[in-house]
């Protein structure tokens, strides 16, 4: 089974900035995908990030040109650098990955326990 555990959130003031960690640990064949997503009181959870192994990049349109995604692929980490925050942005983000427990099994969905984002003045 894959673990996913996130670090960073917290809270800061509009504009500010905060780095958002994710660890894959367990037992898996591999990760094809890792990505963020994020969800607000009383709204559904949306996608924020993603990126494939090569290195491949996908943005929400709210987000883009603010938050940048990256992974290290040697300890299966994702990152998420959220720059220029706004009220808006505060929700509970959570990682994912899409990972294949065998060589010749299916691949499935992983998610973390999330962490909080607050901005705020």
């Known amino acids: 089974q894959v673990q996913l555990v996130e670090s960073g959130g917290g809270l800061v003031q509009p504009g500010g900035s905060l780095r958002l960690s994710c660890a894959a640990s367990?037992?898996?064949?591999?990760?094809?995908?890792m990505g963020w997503y994020r969800q607000a009181p009383g709204k559904e959870r949306e996608l924020v990030a993603t990126?494939?192994?090569?290195?491949?990049?996908n943005y929400a349109d709210s987000v883009k040109g603010r938050f940048t995604i990256s992974r290290n692929n040697a300890n299966n980490t994702v990152y998420l650098q959220m720059n220029s925050l706004k009220p808006e942005d505060t929700a509970v983000y959570s990682c994912?990955?899409?990972?294949?427990?065998?060589?010749?099994?299916?691949?499935?969905?992983?998610w973390g326990q999330g962490t909080q984002v607050t901005v705020s003045s």
């Open positions: 990126i494939i192994t090569r290195g491949d990049t």
């Open positions: 367990g037992r898996f064949f591999s990760i094809n995908a």
């Open positions: 994912n990955a899409y990972a294949k427990r065998t060589l010749v099994g299916p691949s499935f969905d992983y």
